[in-house]
């Protein structure tokens, strides 16, 4: 992500805590001109999402009342990078780091009997009622529940798994579900096995900390909500929910308490999905909701389908799992960057020290091992900064050429979201754009201007008005 003035003006100060707060890390925002409250009543279909994308990645929005309901909503929490940085009490260079200690040394939970997300209990159930969903994108099939944290427990052993799932609200206590054949889906095909319906829990508005830990590309029955805890620097606190054995997050705004039906699916989609395509509709699988419980004046936060902070949460975690993949068989890499412009999952820009010709190739196809989304593999010199695509670009530029540096594998597994593939079997490609180790030093040095970064502008700029200074004939 190109460092802009925005980024500039939320750089993490040294000694900053985790936020373990979502309300805490609203006000934070706030304090630093980045929250806009938009006008009380703003329409739940497009026109919620249509502000919320206009200030993608500049501020977040809180809209009170929408559509005239009680509850209010809020969006683009995470919708720069270094926010997350911020969020965790790290330097925006150590985020990836700082996010594989926790994953790699997770804190149990602390267990409590009373939590402000049970405050308010509804047992008659009305989601269209209760809960403020908007509908984000001009062929969405209806509104959606997009930033609902999904856990569920191993009908087996009883771990727990944390998830996003896009939730279509399909009527007053039906959900549409999409189920990608990963750890909640697993979980569900068990109990299906078995005859009975899975128990869930949708815990929507928690910290930012607890919301990225979700994401965490992690082996099946690794409960997701201990790496929060890990994030946080102490356990986070989870209450059990009042019709299953699930524990949420007791600080959270809501949850929406249900079962995965076995045996029933039902029509789902489209919805507009983080390639900034449409995902298609289909027979989905379907969740009954029993109960609803909630703070006393909750927040909805909803995440807008294919904005920024829909590419970040995802791409975070992803980046950390490449890097350490990548760093176990090659320790000259330095960083990894899963690019916007590749919707942070496709397009993968490589860090590293190259010490032998031939390895920045292999890293390309290490990289392709690491996360089948990743389609595009561009590897550079120390020197290049991989979160700005122009300097990116100019390495390529300059540094690549297309019969020696290209490296393409046809015929391999990627993302099913991607049109251009055919149901995910489609090409991928790497660039080798480092130099080569035998060049002439001054073949590739790049130019520098000495002083430059110096130079203080406020001082050197004295004026805009050039005939004040220019000597007349």
């Known amino acids: 992500m190109q460092r802009d003035?925005?980024?500039s003006t939320t750089a993490t100060q040294p000694g900053n805590r985790p936020v373990r707060d979502l309300r805490a890390w609203l006000d934070r925002l706030s304090e630093t001109q980045r929250l806009a409250v938009a006008r009380p009543g703003v329409d739940l279909t497009f026109e919620l999402a249509a502000i919320a994308k206009r200030l993608d990645g500049q501020r977040a929005t809180y809209f009170p009342k929408p559509g005239g309901h009680s509850v209010d909503v809020i969006s683009g929490l995470l919708s720069h990078r270094d926010w997350m940085a911020e969020a965790m009490g790290?330097?925006?260079?150590?985020?990836?780091?700082?996010?594989q200690e926790a994953v790699r040394t997770p804190l149990p939970c602390r267990e409590t009997t009373s939590a402000p997300v049970q405050e308010i209990v509804h047992r008659e159930v009305d989601l269209t009622r209760i809960l403020p969903s908007p509908t984000?994108?001009?062929?969405?099939?209806?509104?959606?529940?997009?930033?609902?944290l999904m856990i569920s427990r191993n009908p087996r052993t009883g771990v727990q798994n944390v998830a996003i799932h896009r939730l279509q609200v399909s009527g007053k206590d039906r959900l549409g579900a999409l189920l990608l054949p990963r750890h909640t889906l697993a979980y569900q095909q068990m109990a299906e096995d078995e005859g009975h319906d899975l128990p869930v829990a949708i815990v929507i508005g928690v910290d930012p900390l607890t919301l990225l830990a979700s994401q965490a590309i992690v082996p099946v029955d690794t409960d997701e909500l201990e790496i929060a805890g890990a994030l946080h620097g102490q356990p986070l606190d989870v209450v059990k929910c009042l019709t299953s054995d699930i524990r949420v997050p007791a600080g959270a705004e809501i949850v929406i308490e249900g079962r995965l039906l076995a045996r029933e699916r039902a029509l789902e989609g489209p919805f507009g999905e983080f390639p900034q395509y449409y995902g298609e509709r289909g027979e989905r699988h379907v969740v009954v909701v029993d109960a609803i419980t909630h703070r006393a004046s909750p927040l909805f936060h909803t995440i807008v389908g294919g904005g920024l902070e829909h590419l970040v949460l995802g791409?975070?975690?992803?980046?950390a799992t490449i890097l350490e993949s990548l760093q176990r068989s090659f320790p000259?890499?330095?960083?990894v960057h899963l690019a916007p412009g590749g919707v942070c999952r496709y397009h993968l820009y490589v860090r590293m020290r190259k010490r032998v010709e031939g390895e920045a190739k292999n890293v390309i196809f290490g990289a392709f091992a690491a996360h089948y989304d990743v389609k595009h593999v561009v590897v550079v010199d120390e020197d290049v900064d991989i979160y700005d695509p122009a300097e990116v670009e100019w390495a390529v530029a300059t540094r690549f050429q297309a019969d020696r540096d290209l490296v393409v594998v046809g015929q391999s597994l990627?993302?099913?979201?991607?049109?251009s593939t055919a149901d995910g079997l489609g090409s991928k490609m790497g660039l080798d754009a480092t130099r080569p180790l035998a060049a002439p030093e001054m073949k590739f040095h790049r130019i520098r201007v000495p002083g430059e970064a110096d130079v203080d502008l406020e001082q050197a700029i004295v004026s805009h008005q050039w005939r004040k200074f220019h000597a007349r004939d």
Do not use: K, M, Q, W
Request: glycine residues 12%; without cysteine; hydrophobic residues 25%.
């Open 332 to 335: 000259g890499v330095r960083d």
């Open 90 to 99: 790290v330097e925006p260079s150590e985020l990836l780091t700082h996010f």
């Open 5 to 7: 003035d925005t980024s």
């Open 136 to 148: 984000h994108n001009e062929f969405d099939s209806g509104p959606y529940v997009t930033a609902g």
């Open 315 to 319: 791409g975070i975690p992803r980046e």
């Open 414 to 419: 990627g993302s099913r979201l991607d049109p």
